[in-house]
């Protein structure tokens, strides 16, 4: 079996894989041991071109190792902070009004991607298969093939794939399918995006799809699939039990004084739908009053890509709705919405997920959402919490144990934390057992297992190939 070669857009530090980051670095972390390989991709730092040329760094961890490169203030804006992060974002989110389009941001993105592929090329053997993750290096092995390089490789979306007619408000919408189209394999988080995929094939690029996901595009053969990233469910629970004694909890518990808990945990981003989440909560108190001054939720949702305009608008939308309704419902001794901009270690997150009463999972898009996964994994057997998920998260599709809502339903969405709030024992223990049970049964070894696996089978191609396998 050859190596393992992961490129992502961030590296995880070999610190972080043993434990402090989530679930995803830990995952992919495992395969690189078992089969030995390099983890490849951006430091996180911006430095000069003399730096920036010079990497590689590289680090060893057993038979693991971790090369990073930084990235020039130019390439970071364009590559990064531009087309991924102002254009791609976005509109994979179908958020075509938050999003811009710059040629030269397009141009840099390419450029960037081109220039990682060759800094990786020097580090591939050729029994190696690789594994390409998200948005930032669609192009990524478009570029690797121009080199001459003959592996496999796969790439796997974690974040929705639009629907054709929103993915055309990309100019060059067809450029990036057709270098989507030089994987071996495409994977997707669940069929709704891998559909949206196989519908721009045959709608937009001439293209076809065999009922097996095999598609031929662009004079290209490719295979795409449906794997669905999960959690390690036990160990999770494992680690909510071990600290809920600790000082953290026991302080919030202490503050609450028997109110009951509804905890939301999110990345600062408009995809989450963290207003209309703040909005169905004040309908709460505004249509049942007995629940003013008896229910606290908590919103954790550290800043991210602050550099981006759109980020620092949701920022201060959040705020204002938070002053808005604390100002409205507080009193003396009680704050409704308590709203923290904070990064908290794993741990402490699923502890503070096993106290509360509702896990409130509500975005307007997502791929799949780990955090509703974690949530549930977190909770008690015994008096286990209620997760109330957006129909619009990845996740919905295996929670059948979960309160599903429609984001946009202020009303539908207050009513479904009322009856969470008031969900006997019975009924609670019953949609937590379905839920762990999904969750065991596509864990994230069954998603990184099962990709590699497909990645695997698919014929090596003859040197000299040029795009996907023949
Ligand atoms: P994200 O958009 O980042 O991921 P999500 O799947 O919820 O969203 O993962 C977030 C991870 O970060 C979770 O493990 C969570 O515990 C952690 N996290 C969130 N807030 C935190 C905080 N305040 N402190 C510490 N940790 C925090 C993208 C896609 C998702 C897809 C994942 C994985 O947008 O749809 O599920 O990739 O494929």
Redesign the pocket.
């Known amino acids: 079996m050859g190596r393992l070669i992961v490129v992502s857009n961030r590296v995880a530090t070999p610190t972080e894989t043993k434990g402090s980051a989530?679930?995803?670095a830990v995952g992919v972390f495992g395969a690189l041991k078992d089969a030995g390989g390099v983890w490849f991709g951006w430091s996180g730092d911006v430095v000069s071109e003399t730096v920036a040329n010079a990497g590689p760094m590289l680090e060893q961890d057993g038979a693991v190792t971790f090369a990073t490169v930084g990235l020039t203030r130019k390439d970071y804006d364009q590559y990064y902070r531009g087309f991924s992060n102002a254009t791609l974002w976005p509109v994979f989110h179908y958020r075509n009004d938050l999003a811009r389009y710059e040629r030269e941001e397009y141009a840099g993105y390419r450029r960037v991607n081109a220039w990682l592929a060759h800094k990786l090329v020097k580090l591939l053997e050729p029994d190696d298969i690789i594994w390409i993750h998200d948005y930032h290096l669609i192009p990524f092995a478009e570029a690797l093939r121009s080199e001459g390089v003959t592996n496999r490789i796969g790439f796997f979306l974690?974040?929705p794939f639009p629907a054709p007619q929103i993915l055309l408000n990309i100019p060059p919408h067809e450029e990036l399918v057709k270098s989507l189209s030089c994987y071996d394999l495409l994977g997707f988080?669940t069929a709704t995006d891998q559909q949206a995929f196989h519908d721009y094939v045959t709608r937009h690029a001439r293209g076809t799809v065999s009922a097996d996901g095999s598609v031929e595009a662009f004079g290209r053969k490719l295979r795409t699939g449906v794997y669905r990233?999960g959690v390690f469910p036990d160990e999770i629970a494992e680690q909510a039990k071990r600290y809920e004694s600790r000082q953290h909890v026991l302080e919030l518990k202490q503050s609450l004084e028997g109110r009951k808990l509804i905890m939301s945990?999110?990345?600062l981003?408009y995809s989450k739908g963290l207003v209309e989440r703040f909005r169905a909560f004040e309908l709460l108190l505004e249509r049942s009053p007995e629940w003013r001054g008896n229910v606290t939720l908590v919103q954790?949702?550290?800043p991210t890509r602050s550099d981006v305009a759109t980020y620092q608008k949701i920022r201060q939308d959040l705020e204002y709705e938070a002053g808005r309704i604390n100002g409205r419902y507080s009193g003396l001794d009680y704050t409704p919405i308590r709203y923290l901009n904070?990064?908290?270690d794993?741990w402490k997150?699923m502890s503070l997920f096993r106290e509360s009463q509702i896990g409130f999972v509500t975005p307007l898009h997502?791929?799949?959402?780990?955090?509703a996964k974690?949530y549930v994994a977190a909770q008690n057997p015994d008096d286990p919490g209620v997760l109330v998920l957006s129909i619009f998260a990845?996740a919905a599709a295996e929670l059948s144990g979960a309160v599903l809502v429609n984001p946009h339903d202020a009303i539908g969405m207050c009513e479904a934390l009322q009856r969470a709030l008031q969900m006997p024992l019975d009924a609670r223990q019953r949609r937590h057992e379905i839920n762990m049970a999904a969750l065991r049964e596509n864990d994230l070894g069954v998603w990184r297992d099962s990709f590699l696996r497909d990645l695997r089978s698919v014929p090596v191609r003859r040197s000299g190939e040029g795009g996907g396998h023949q």
Not at 366 to 371: A, E, H, P, Y
């Open positions: 989530g679930g995803l974690h974040i988080q990233i945990v999110d990345r981003d954790i949702a550290p904070q990064q908290y794993r997150l997502d791929g799949m959402n780990l955090v974690e990845g």
